[in-house]
């Protein structure tokens, strides 16, 4: 049998950093997960990376049935608490974009720092352990039967994340542990995702697969202006991975490929100058010019190309206006779990402590990071409530 004062299920980023917190406060901390190596999503992302966090966050960057519950535990521990432990490592990062801080070398680096912060605090880390089962203890606590044997603890806090790229170890078990212990989960979704189409919109996407274009997309009474990639299968791009967040089957998406530009007065005063240029050309200071020509093919505009700007009608004015600022798409699906960076909706957050992270229906059990209905954009967020949630609990467990 083994005891510890905390068990925690999940070595990712949220059970890291809780586990370190806790083990730093004197308390004897196991940490344990079914895969064969910890922190495998912190080693894979940002393309080897890692976003770690981001100079600007703000409640506003994350979703939630309760918008505010992200808010505590954001503010007791900061982005800048997060950059000045990186910083006492020496870590190298930059700002790429936004105000995404990434890891100069690699993201090994950044999980090596969580790595000696554990072993400061005494951390059992133990990979390779399935867990069969979780019961309240007769004396208080629980009893975990697991394939390294048997676990008691008076803490167990569940850091086991969502269910993106089950290749690399996801799974539903934080959600099957909620509704054990009579906790209520969200509806879940694939989020951080790619956008799919079918049929001449699929035809579309992938005659400019590999274009990427600024564009502002809008859905739901949000919008983010950032780049956005056609593929083989639809759309990519953090424009379409943010705008992601916010979409639900059947939804439409709002597209303007020109954000900021004026396009009918623009248009008018080309016809005006009486522009001897072609469209394309005119319109390629500000988009490629693969991209209008296809653009204007798929929408049956083709003759604009060629029209003399002199001849322009009012009506052409417009419609040019609504395929490029006005574009409405409606995807037909995402690709799901496979590719997706995050799962949006999760554990209710109505029945745990937005301080703690502790269970109001089960005393000495805790949920942390993406496992919980708490989804952060893209840029950084996600990790930065992982760091978050992760010390707020460890502080108390
Ligand atoms: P995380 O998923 O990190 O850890 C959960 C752990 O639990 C894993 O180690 C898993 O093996 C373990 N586990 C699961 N089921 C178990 C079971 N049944 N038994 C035992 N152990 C189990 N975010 C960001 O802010 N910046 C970025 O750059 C990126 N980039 C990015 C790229 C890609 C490709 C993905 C998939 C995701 C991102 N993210 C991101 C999101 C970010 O990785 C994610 O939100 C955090 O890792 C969540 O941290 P958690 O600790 O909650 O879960």
């Given at each position: 049998?083994?005891?510890?004062?905390?068990?925690?299920?999940?070595?990712?980023?949220?059970?890291?950093?809780?586990?370190?917190?806790?083990?730093?406060?004197?308390?004897?901390?196991?940490?344990?997960?079914?895969?064969?190596?910890?922190?495998?999503?912190?080693?894979?992302?940002?393309?080897?990376?890692?976003?770690?966090?981001?100079?600007?966050?703000?409640?506003?960057?994350?979703?939630?049935?309760?918008?505010?519950?992200?808010?505590?535990?954001?503010?007791?521990?900061?982005?800048?608490?997060?950059?000045?432990?990186?910083?006492?490592?020496?870590?190298?990062?930059?700002?790429?974009?936004?105000?995404?801080?990434?890891?100069?070398?690699?993201?090994?680096?950044?999980?090596?720092?969580?790595?000696?912060?554990?072993?400061?605090?005494?951390?059992?880390?133990?990979?390779?352990?399935?867990?069969?089962?979780?019961?309240?203890?007769?004396?208080?606590?629980?009893?975990?039967?697991t394939s390294?044997?048997?676990?008691?603890?008076?803490?167990?806090?569940?850091?086991?994340?969502?269910?993106?790229?089950?290749?690399?170890?996801?799974?539903?078990?934080?959600?099957?542990?909620?509704?054990?212990?009579?906790?209520?989960?969200?509806?879940?979704?694939?989020?951080?995702?790619?956008?799919?189409?079918?049929g001449p919109?699929?035809?579309?996407?992938?005659?400019?697969?590999?274009?990427?274009?600024?564009?502002?997309?809008?859905?739901?009474?949000?919008?983010?202006?950032?780049?956005?990639?056609?593929?083989?299968?639809?759309?990519?791009?953090?424009?379409?991975?943010?705008?992601?967040?916010?979409?639900?089957?059947?939804?439409?998406?709002?597209?303007?490929?020109?954000?900021?530009?004026?396009l009918p007065?623009?248009?008018?005063?080309?016809?005006?100058?009486?522009?001897?240029?072609?469209?394309?050309?005119?319109?390629?200071?500000?988009?490629?010019?693969?991209?209008?020509?296809?653009?204007?093919?798929?929408?049956?505009?083709?003759?604009?190309?060629?029209?003399?700007?002199?001849?322009?009608?009012?009506?052409?004015?417009?419609?040019?206006?609504?395929?490029?600022?006005?574009?409405?798409?409606?995807?037909?699906?995402?690709?799901?779990?496979?590719?997706?960076?995050?799962?949006?909706?999760?554990?209710?957050?109505?029945?745990?402590?937005?301080?703690?992270?502790?269970?109001?229906?089960?005393?000495?059990?805790?949920?942390?990071?993406?496992?919980?209905?708490?989804?952060?954009?893209?840029?950084?967020?996600?990790?930065?409530?992982?760091?978050?949630?992760?010390?707020?609990?460890?502080?108390?467990?």
């Amino acid at each position: 049998m083994n005891h510890y004062d905390c068990v925690i299920i999940g070595a990712g980023a949220a059970g890291l950093m809780c586990a370190a917190t806790a083990g730093q406060r004197g308390r004897k901390v196991a940490l344990l997960d079914h895969a064969n190596k910890v922190g495998k999503k912190i080693l894979m992302s940002g393309g080897g990376r890692c976003n770690f966090t981001n100079y600007d966050i703000s409640a506003e960057n994350y979703l939630s049935g309760n918008p505010h519950f992200c808010k505590s535990a954001l503010s007791r521990y900061t982005q800048w608490d997060f950059i000045a432990l990186v910083e006492k490592y020496g870590l190298a990062y930059h700002e790429k974009t936004l105000g995404q801080l990434f890891c100069d070398n690699k993201a090994r680096d950044l999980l090596n720092i969580l790595l000696a912060e554990c072993d400061k605090g005494g951390v059992d880390i133990r990979t390779h352990t399935e867990i069969f089962q979780v019961e309240q203890a007769p004396t208080g606590g629980f009893s975990l039967t697991t394939s390294a044997g048997r676990y008691e603890c008076q803490s167990l806090v569940i850091a086991t994340g969502g269910l993106s790229i089950p290749t690399m170890g996801a799974t539903g078990f934080g959600y099957d542990i909620a509704k054990q212990f009579g906790h209520t989960v969200t509806r879940r979704d694939a989020a951080l995702v790619p956008f799919t189409f079918k049929g001449p919109w699929l035809a579309l996407t992938q005659s400019l697969a590999g274009v990427a274009v600024p564009a502002q997309v809008s859905c739901a009474g949000q919008s983010f202006a950032e780049a956005l990639l056609f593929t083989h299968k639809g759309i990519s791009g953090p424009a379409a991975l943010q705008i992601s967040n916010y979409w639900y089957p059947e939804d439409s998406i709002t597209v303007d490929w020109l954000p900021g530009v004026d396009l009918p007065n623009q248009l008018k005063q080309w016809r005006q100058n009486a522009e001897k240029a072609s469209l394309g050309t005119l319109l390629s200071t500000y988009l490629p010019k693969r991209f209008v020509v296809q653009w204007l093919e798929f929408h049956d505009e083709k003759e604009l190309l060629q029209k003399p700007l002199a001849d322009w009608r009012n009506r052409d004015i417009d419609a040019l206006s609504d395929i490029l600022q006005m574009w409405q798409m409606r995807p037909t699906g995402t690709e799901g779990y496979r590719t997706a960076e995050v799962t949006r909706g999760g554990i209710d957050t109505d029945d745990v402590s937005s301080k703690t992270f502790a269970s109001q229906k089960t005393p000495g059990l805790y949920f942390i990071g993406e496992v919980l209905d708490v989804t952060g954009w893209l840029g950084g967020y996600n990790f930065q409530w992982a760091w978050a949630s992760g010390y707020c609990c460890g502080n108390h467990v």
